[in-house]
């Protein structure tokens, strides 16, 4: 289970080495053993202060940290990913009738025929506007899912391709999919001009002020 030790230490993932240092002074003052004899949880409290101190105080190991709390970040926004399944309704066709004797006398057609012939017509038109569009937005979702797959298989070069399919296909997808791209581009394939374009790209798809503070942090680290 992924520890977050700066919720630990009381503090925001900017903090400077002096914010941390206080902190953890502060606490392991406050948390310490020696004033709680005897009980278990200021132990174990002051035992997750210190890893967590120890942790960020060194600055190989906080850069490492900081890579896996992004991805964090990143899997608490959203969650775990599913995939959508799609139903096609049962038809139920008519009987089909064999045509009449052909006849010279001039077929006539009811107001109800004339209205069901309407109603085929732009049922096709609807079709051939809609179906492109149906399409696209599937091709999204079936690229974004694969991306994710293959970004916790560790396969970051074909998860980056699909991140980056899903987002010309203007799916349902669109802000995970540049958030994807962004991160892996950044902390994987160290593309840093790539990883602006898909986290300013993000500001398009979302309105959550807690995201735009990670991608503005995102951009600057880029």
Known sequence: M??????ILGLESTATSEQIKSAYR??????????????????????????????LSDQEKKQKYDQRY?????SEIFGSTSTTSYSTPNSNPKKYHKPPVYSTKKREYTPKAWMWAKI????MISLIVLAPLGLARWSSTFNYNKAVELENQGDFKRALDHYRASVKRFGAYNLE?????????????KEYETAIYYFQKSFDFTNNDSLESILTYRIGIA
């Open 2 to 7: 992924f520890e977050d030790y700066y919720s």
């Open 26 to 55: 502060s606490l392991a003052k406050k948390f310490h053993p020696d004033k709680h004899a005897g009980d278990a949880h200021f132990e174990e409290k002051f035992k997750s202060i210190s890893e967590a101190y120890n942790t």
């Open 70 to 74: 992004e991805y964090y970040l990143h």
């Open 120 to 123: 085929v017509v732009i049922g």
């Open 177 to 189: 999919a540049c958030l994807g791209a962004g991160y892996i581009s950044l902390y994987h394939s």
